[in-house]
């Protein structure tokens, strides 16, 4: 599966309903959303949100050029938007509209071809993609909190689809990769997940020990790195030379912070930090369990973010548990 065409969800599309297999000139849409800094100021408390059509009728190489992609609206702000159905609702009207279909439509370059230059013109969106906190803004679901809902559950509105929703694998490999790190550096450690490793019954040798006289203790999780390891790993990191234009800014953040972890990464830095450069640095470093964890999670995302992907195996793709992979070899696990 190298374009959207190829997908299992547009082919149920195009099975559903045969008029857009029939005629190629029908629409299918797209939609993304994300709140962005329009100062690119990290610390900016202003959140504006865009919500974009993306156009898949033309080739994947100019779908996501300026030119093919459509700004339906803007959010302006300044704070989180909670209630973004009501900013949707004249949007999701026109897209009614055109699934309904537009009569009369004029098309002076299909004569050639064989088809009428006069026809109805119809779209579909297929799906929607954001992060998992957008996930609650454009859908409409809980996402945190006692009364989260799983991901799992059927939209009633989008019972004919296969694939309501799409999580932006980018996205989700930053944040992952974020979190990772906070933990394998003790950036995370408390007393919270201290108890959480308690409730589900794993690493009893990081619980919290309570003396006789009542005072708390926090013996060492085998998932953080000590001092020491901490600074060979960052020293590996920014030893690393990257070819031209591959994580230059993961280089350069390095560089200017020395021995602290740099603050002003970018999703891409984190990207490349997860799928190739962690696996490496952390050879050697903390326990095999935790290596073997990071090699596993690495070659799942380098296998979700690839640009060829085989429908064969996406049933069948099983990525084992350390314990299983730990007598395969790095390198054969890695570049696979």
């Not at 929607?128 to 803004?137: E, R």
């Not at 799409?166 to 108890?195: Q, Y």
């Not at 690393?240 to 020395?258: A, H, M, V």
């Amino acid at each position: 599966m190298r374009l959207v065409v190829d997908s299992p969800a547009v082919q149920h599309v195009e099975q559903t309903w045969p008029e857009f297999r029939r005629d190629p000139r029908h629409l299918r849409f797209g939609l993304a959303s994300d709140g962005v800094s329009p100062y690119g100021v990290k610390s900016s408390s202003h959140s504006t949100w865009p919500v974009v059509l993306t156009n898949y009728n033309v080739p994947p190489w100019l779908a996501s050029k300026k030119d093919f992609l459509l700004l339906a609206l803007i959010i302006p702000g300044p704070k989180k938007v909670k209630n973004i159905e009501i900013y949707l609702e004249p949007l999701v009207e026109e897209l009614q509209q055109l699934w309904d279909g537009v009569d009369d439509v004029y098309d002076g370059r299909t004569e050639r071809i064989g088809r009428d230059r006069w026809f109805t013109l119809k779209g579909v969106l297929l799906w929607t993609m954001h992060d998992y906190p957008g996930y609650a803004q454009v859908s409409g679901f809980q996402t945190s909190g006692v009364f989260m809902q799983s991901v799992n559950v059927v939209d009633i509105w989008l019972q004919d689809l296969m694939i309501q929703h799409l999580l932006d694998p980018m996205h989700i490999d930053a944040n992952v990769t974020k979190s990772l790190i906070k933990r394998i550096f003790g950036e995370k450690d408390g007393k919270s997940a201290r108890r959480a490793c308690e409730e589900f019954g794993v690493h009893p040798e990081a619980w919290i020990q309570v003396s006789d006289g009542g005072i708390e203790s926090f013996p060492p999780a085998p998932w953080i790195l000590t001092t020491e390891e901490q600074k060979i790993c960052k020293k590996r990191i920014s030893e690393i030379r990257f070819p031209t234009g591959f994580g230059l800014c993961l280089q350069k953040g390095f560089e200017k912070d020395g021995p602290k972890w740099p603050s002003a990464l970018k999703s891409h830095d984190y990207h490349i930090l997860l799928q190739y450069v962690l696996p490496i640095c952390l050879q050697g470093l903390g326990t095999q369990d935790l290596l073997d964890a990071i090699c596993d999670l690495s070659v799942l995302m380098r296998w979700v973010c690839s640009k060829t992907i085989r429908i064969a195996e996406i049933d069948e793709k099983e990525f084992s548990s350390s314990r299983k992979t730990s007598q395969v070899p790095f390198s054969t696990r890695i570049h696979a």
